[in-house]
DNA sequence: CGCACTAACGCTACAATGTTGCATTAACCA
DNA sequence: TGGTTAATGCAACATTGTAGCGTTAGTGCG
């Protein structure tokens, strides 16, 4: 399945079309995981497209609250940003020990069985997994079995 | 059960035991939830204890690498540190969406089954809980049961 | 106790990430 | 095609954390 048209989902937020948000948004749509702002940045410079750093970060955040996309915390305090195919965003992610990259798992359907303690008011529950990923050398010290229970 | 002496636990690992070290740790145990840097500083100065941030910073880094105290990340991109009792901090977080207080569901044992794509190799896992804490008024919008498969 | 050794401190400077205010530009619509 | 104003670009600032380096003080030993 191709992308969809950013133009076209951003015209129908009622956000004007510029040629900054339609870049940015293409771009997250093709880097298939969460990439921070400034990972945005240097890919709109290589397409010779300029930009101000205050331009990008007020363009994520705009696409962010028009649920084109989503943020999620990276290692290094700073945010990663991933276009949002599917509604709901309800998947964990995978943050990478060694390159420090952050992978959507959009197919994994986590079951969390869990009973919060009196007068907490649940919201949402965010599932982080860490470890290495494929593109990275090495061992966990952890057990190598994929099933866990913290 | 009453909090260990920091003077004792700084010892046995080997560092000096100088006033900040000791009131830093005291202040953690104290707390009783994971707080930030600027937290820390606050109590340090109602107790009239002159400190430099940079001090601050190093003494919380040497209190989580001696496993004294442990980090978690918070809602602003600030960690929020939190002396550590049981060993192995095995246990979920709990983010209030209205005070952005991070508490420690120790008693909670979550049981989580997932598993990875290929390539992807688990080191550990991280589960937060976002929503209202106790101290807060209002209501999540998401179901009120506390029971959750994200 | 008094001294030596050096871990820990405190100061300055710097880096990374993100925000605010405001004048200018350009997307949209009539 | 022109007017309206959302979006941009620039400068200045805020927050969180780090690096270098001279100074202070905790510790062990005679
Ligand atoms: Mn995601
Ligand atoms: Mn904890
Ligand atoms: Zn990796
Ligand atoms: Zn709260």
């Not at 020990?97 to 959009?106: A, I, N, P, T």
Request: proline letters at 7%.
């Amino acid at each position: 399945m191709p992308h969809p048209d950013p133009a076209t989902l951003i015209a129908a937020r009622g956000g004007r079309v510029t040629r900054t948000r339609t870049a940015v948004l293409s771009v997250l749509f093709e880097a298939g995981r969460p990439i921070s702002h400034d990972e945005v940045g240097e890919a709109l410079a290589a397409q010779g497209i300029g930009h101000d750093r205050v331009t990008l970060y007020r363009t994520l955040d705009w696409l962010v609250g028009n649920d084109l996309a989503h943020k999620v915390a990276g290692p290094d305090r700073a945010w990663r940003f991933n276009a949002v195919r599917d509604e709901g965003h309800q998947h964990a992610h995978f943050q990478c020990d060694r390159c420090g990259k952050v992978f959507c798992l959009e197919s994994l359907q986590p079951a969390i069985a869990a009973t919060l303690p009196s007068g907490f008011r649940l919201g949402r529950a965010e599932l982080t997994f860490h470890g290495l990923c494929p593109a990275c050398p090495g061992t966990t010290l952890a057990p190598e079995r994929n099933r866990v229970a913290p």
